[in-house]
Nanobody
Framework: QVQLVESGGGLVQPGGSLRLSCAAS????????MSWYRQAPGKERELVAT????????SYVDSVKGRFTISRDNAKNTVYLQMNSLKPEDTAVYYC????????WGRGTRVTVSS
């Protein structure tokens, strides 16, 4: 079965950096677009970044452009989210998603940006 397992979250001060990872299994990873979403307390889940199956095309929500970078390693079946210059408003649970089958979500990894 499909599994998406996120890691790398934690507590970081404003201006700091974190690198999230999502390890995928149960489908042909290199055939699928991968995305990162986030859900802040009391807010709806929002799309943060997407990467094409080859990694050649990426897109970002405006609020993270220039600060976050999505990448993937198809040999390791892993997608990453490098987050720099973190702000308190980036505090959320971050989820990995792909559209294989009916769509698949990981359990999420919590990111807290606070001094």
């Amino acid at each position: 079965q499909v599994q998406l397992v996120e890691s790398g979250g934690g507590l970081v001060q404003p201006g700091g950096s974190l690198r999230l990872s999502c390890a995928a299994s149960g489908f042909t990873f290199s055939n699928y677009v991968m995305s990162w979403y986030r859900q802040a307390p009391g807010k709806e889940r929002e799309l943060v970044a997407t990467i094409s199956n080859t990694g050649g095309v990426t897109s970002y929500v405006d609020s993270v452009k220039g600060r976050f970078t999505i990448s993937r390693d198809n040999a390791k079946n892993t997608v990453y989210l490098q987050m720099n210059s973190l702000k308190p408003e980036d505090t959320a649970v971050y989820y990995c998603y792909n559209a294989y089958g009916r769509g698949n979500w990981g359990r999420g990894t919590r990111v807290t940006v606070s001094s």
